[in-house]
Nanobody, 113 residues
Framework: QVQLVESGGGLVQAGGSLRLQCSVS????????MGWFRQAPGKQRELVAV???????NYSPFVKGRFTISRDNAKNTVDLQMNSLKPEDTGVYYC???????WGQGTQVTVSS
């Protein structure tokens, strides 16, 4: 059974950086687009970045130019480098395949002003 484990979150000041990592076990994702999602308090989960199986990336306009998604098909990991963080980036971050697999527990990112 596939399992997604996110890590790397924390508390950071505005303007700072964090690097999130998602480890996938139970199956390979080399043929799947992989995305990072976030859920802010009181809001729906939203897609912020996607990396296709061919390495093509797309970003939400709210994070474009600040976040970078990357994948390592050999290690079954997907990273999200987040720079120039803003308080509105606060939320729980999740990774998942597109289409979805069972969700992991996510990792909390809190950006203080």
């Amino acid at each position: 059974q596939v399992q997604l484990v996110e890590s790397g979150g924390g508390l950071v000041q505005a303007g700072g950086s964090l690097r999130l990592q998602c480890s996938v076990s139970g199956r390979t994702f080399m043929n799947n687009p992989m995305g990072w999602f976030r859920q802010a308090p009181g809001k729906q989960r939203e897609l912020v970045a996607v990396n296709t199986k061919d390495g093509v990336t797309n970003y939400s306009p709210f994070v474009k130019g600040r976040f970078t998604i990357s994948r390592d098909n050999a290690k079954n990991t997907v990273d999200l480098q987040m720079n120039s963080l803003k308080p509105e980036d606060t939320g729980v971050y999740y990774c998942n395949s597109l289409p979805y697999w069972p969700w992991g527990q996510g990792t909390q990112v809190t950006v203080s002003s």
